[in-house]
């Protein structure tokens, strides 16, 4: 059935707001309380005000994490249609845009979605174990940062005070960073079960790691942002997601700037496909002569590396689309 109704929301922590788009007209406009009691009262007000159906009606909202559950889950489990979108995607879309303000945010919403209709993306809901494991390394990545800030604020204050005292300062640091050290290896090893108990998980993950310089917290990362390649199932799309695709930046004649990554990525993943790269270079195969042949003709050495996180994406996809263990055809030199 054609989608009629366009609802644009905008998320906030303690309040929704949501704006009725129909025919490309602002129909009405509602604040609510980001609760799942006053959602699902407030929605189904909506909905038969406007005579609509769960067939005829999308909900267009930016991704905002946490915030953005109570209304993605009730409206999931009633079937309801559901259309997350990049906040960024969706501003640049718009054009030039003067001020700011949820009610104004949430019809810009909403008129994106209509304006957009025949570009729609569904959005599909991630199983249970890929949720959980999700929130396990978010809390991770906390810990990782929590570690590091003390570690870093040790040595950085080493430089600078008497020896005594930052024998004392260690005394509870130290401490610390072992604790947030076993929680993590913790995280990790829950994780670790949750993949190898789940059979599609645990295949996708052995296809994943197959290729050189994926690790663990790499390829989790991975099932969690493709939402087991069921988001995202085109190696490009998730390189662009990832910020490892260069771009074109010419104008004309007279302007001839380099191909440059873009700013607009999963920074976390990004890095994690740079520490990945970094690592097969160090593998003998294909990568390394890759690479030490790139950096023999002269070229920069940051360049070669993001086109290694591009080569490994694409390896990554390859593996899990043709259901195969990635196959290092690496010939060893005879001495």
């Known amino acids: 059935m054609q989608i009629k109704h366009f609802i644009g929301v905008d998320v906030s922590k303690d ?50 994490g946490m915030y953005n559950l109570p209304m993605v889950k ?41 304006t957009n209709r025949q570009k729609v993306k569904l959005w599909k809901a991630p199983r249970k174990v890929i949720e959980r494991i999700a929130a396990l390394l978010s809390q991770r990545a906390r810990m990782v940062k929590a570690k590091k800030q ?28 072992v604790v947030i050290q076993k929680q993590i290896d913790a995280i990790e090893k829950e994780i670790s079960g949750l993949i190898s108990e789940d059979e599609k998980l645990n295949h996708m993950y052995q296809l994943i790691t197959s290729v050189n310089g994926i ?25 662009c997601y990832s910020g490892v695709v260069p771009f074109e930046h010419t104008s004309g004649t007279s302007i ?30 294909e990568i390394q002569d890759y690479y ?21 994406v694409l390896r990554i996809f390859a593996c899990v689309t043709q259901n195969r263990i990635y196959e290092n055809n690496y010939c060893y030199k005879l001495g």
């Open 150 to 177: 003390l570690s870093t604020a040790n040595l950085e204050q080493r430089k600078f005070l008497d020896k005594g005292i930052m024998m004392n300062l260690n005394k509870y640091t130290n401490k610390t960073v």
């Open 292 to 312: 030490l042949r790139k950096v023999k003709e002269g070229k920069n050495k940051m360049s070669i590396l993001n086109a290694i996180r591009n080569k490994l």
């Open 15 to 64: 309040t929704l707001d949501l704006s009725v788009v129909m025919e490309g007209k602002n129909l009405q406009h509602y604040r609510i309380k980001n609760s799942l009691q006053v959602i699902r009262s407030t929605v189904k007000k909506i909905m038969r005000d406007l005579r609509a159906t769960v067939e005829d009606t999308i909900f267009c909202m930016e991704y905002t």
């Open 74 to 114: 009730w409206l999931h489990s009633q079937n309801g249609k559901i259309w997350l979108e990049s906040g960024v995607h969706i501003r640049k879309t718009l054009g030039l845009v003067r001020g700011k303000n949820d009610s104004v945010d949430s019809l810009r919403i909403a008129m994106y979605a209509y």
């Open 215 to 239: 690790g663990f917290v790499t390829a989790s990362y991975i099932l969690v942002t493709t939402n087991e390649f069921i988001n995202i199932s085109d190696p490009k799309k998730y390189a």
């Open 256 to 285: 001839r700037g380099k191909n440059r990554v873009s700013q607009m990525a999963n920074k976390k993943i990004k890095t994690l496909l740079h520490m990945a790269a970094l690592t097969a270079i160090k593998m003998k195969g």
